[in-house]
Nanobody
């Protein structure tokens, strides 16, 4: 099993920055990729970004490309989502997720077997 705990959400103004953290524990050796998704009220879960567990490959949704970065700290088994130039449309609950193999495209939520509890990000205009 893999456990994921997110932190770092909050209320910010448009144009501000925020960094989310996702700490992984348990059988982390099984993890191949770590992703971030978000879900706004009344909408489906949306892919945001993904990073390989080795940290050498990243991929972003078009909606956040150039504003968000993803990174990981090997020693802490933690993945970070740095969000800059935040917009009101970035308001959502953000979830981190862990994939232990490649069973679907990594932009699909079905590719991930483990999920965190989510952290709320609210961007006011």
């Amino acid at each position: 099993q893999v456990q994921l705990v997110e932190s770092g959400g909050g209320l910010v103004q448009a144009g501000d920055s925020l960094r989310l953290s996702c700490a992984a524990s348990g059988r982390t050796f099984r993890i191949s990729n770590m992703g971030w998704f978000r879900q706004a009220p009344g909408k489906g879960r949306e892919f945001v970004a993904v990073i390989s567990w080795s940290g050498d490959t990243t991929y972003f949704a078009d909606s956040v490309q150039g504003r968000f970065t993803i990174s990981r700290d090997n020693a802490k088994n933690t993945v970070y989502l740095q969000m800059n130039s935040l917009k009101p449309e970035d308001t959502a609950v953000y979830y981190c997720a862990a994939a232990t193999g490649v069973i679907a495209p990594l932009s699909f939520s079905s590719a991930y077997g483990y999920w965190g509890q989510g952290t709320q990000v609210t961007v006011s205009s």
